[in-house]
Nanobody, 124 residues
Framework: DVQLVESGGGSVQAGGSLTLSCVAS????????MAWFRQRPGQEREGVAL????????NYANFVKGRFTISQDTTKTTTWLHMRDLRPEDTAMYYC??????????????????WGQGTQVTVS
């Protein structure tokens, strides 16, 4: 099992920046496909960004392209989500998630077997 712990959330004004961190441990995290999801109040959980193939491939949801960047350290222990030009609509609980590297439905939360506890981001 992969265990995930997020940190870095907080409150920020519109146009500001935050960086979220996700630290992984356990079995299999080094080869896992990692993702950041978010859940806004009253909404379903939605995919924000993915990183896989050893960190060489990244994908982004259209609503964050050009503003958010996902990255990992060389050991694959920490996955970051660098967020800039934040907007009030980015307010959400942000979750780190892991799944098998060849998982289909990468944007589907149901495809992920490991989740962190979440970290709140509030943009005003």
């Amino acid at each position: 099992d992969v265990q995930l712990v997020e940190s870095g959330g907080g409150s920020v004004q519109a146009g500001g920046s935050l960086t979220l961190s996700c630290v992984a441990s356990g079995d299999g995290y080094k080869r896992a496909l990692m993702a950041w999801f978010r859940q806004r109040p009253g909404q379903e959980r939605e995919g924000v960004a993915l990183i896989f193939r050893g960190g060489g491939t990244t994908n982004y949801a259209n609503f964050v392209k050009g503003r958010f960047t996902i990255s990992q350290d060389t050991t694959k222990t920490t996955t970051w989500l660098h967020m800039r030009d934040l907007r009030p609509e980015d307010t959400a609980m942000y979750y780190c998630a892991a799944t098998e590297p060849r998982s289909v439905g990468r944007w589907d939360a149901a495809s992920y077997h490991s989740w962190g506890q979440g970290t709140q981001v509030t943009v005003s």
